[in-house]
């Protein structure tokens, strides 16, 4: 009996881990769904910032259009040419404004996409982590079955000793009785 307790406390506690297991993939599997998640805010931001890049490079090609005409307008008419360089200047002040804006935006493309890139990286590493799970969970059944079938061989054995003694017990009164049988 304390053979079959000891494999019915090992079965126990294994059940208990395989339980633990389980909920630790679900937690990996929710924690894998944020992530994806997050991916995908950042691929919206990104595609974002690709319009807006789009939309700036054409404001810099209009405005490169005005300064070209600007500057057509100051070669025609001297008189006015104070006040197309006052505006050449503004339009180049705007103009190197969209530059830098624009060289803002592909630093933070470059960044999200490294962070893409870095969400990736951990997304490959939740899945490995992941397999490796499932692989733990499959060694761990295969011991769980294998337990079970040595408590059942463990089983069969104790109920094929019991039917041996109460053999001999039969035999061991059939014995006494003839014992008896043979004073009278």
Known sequence: MDILDQLESKILNT?????????EN??????LSETKSEL???QEQLANSNAQLIESDAERLSLRAQL???????QALAHEKTQLTHEKDQLQQEQDEL?????????????LQQQRTTLQDEKV?????????VSETEELKKEVLRLKHEKD???????????????????KDD???QGKLEEV
């Open 26 to 31: 679900m937690q990996l599997q929710d924690d």
């Open 40 to 42: 995908h805010n950042k």
């Open 175 to 177: 014995l006494a009785q």
């Open 15 to 23: 059940i208990g881990s395989v339980e633990d297991l389980q909920l």
């Open 99 to 111: 530059l830098r804006e624009h060289i803002e935006l592909q630093q933070e493309a470059e960044a």
């Open 153 to 171: 061989t463990w089983a069969s054995k104790a109920a094929s000793i019991l039917k041996v003694l109460e053999k001999a017990d039969l035999l």
């Open 125 to 133: 590493q939740l899945m490995e982590e992941k397999q490796q799970f």
């Open 68 to 74: 070209d005409t600007k500057s057509k307008e100051v």
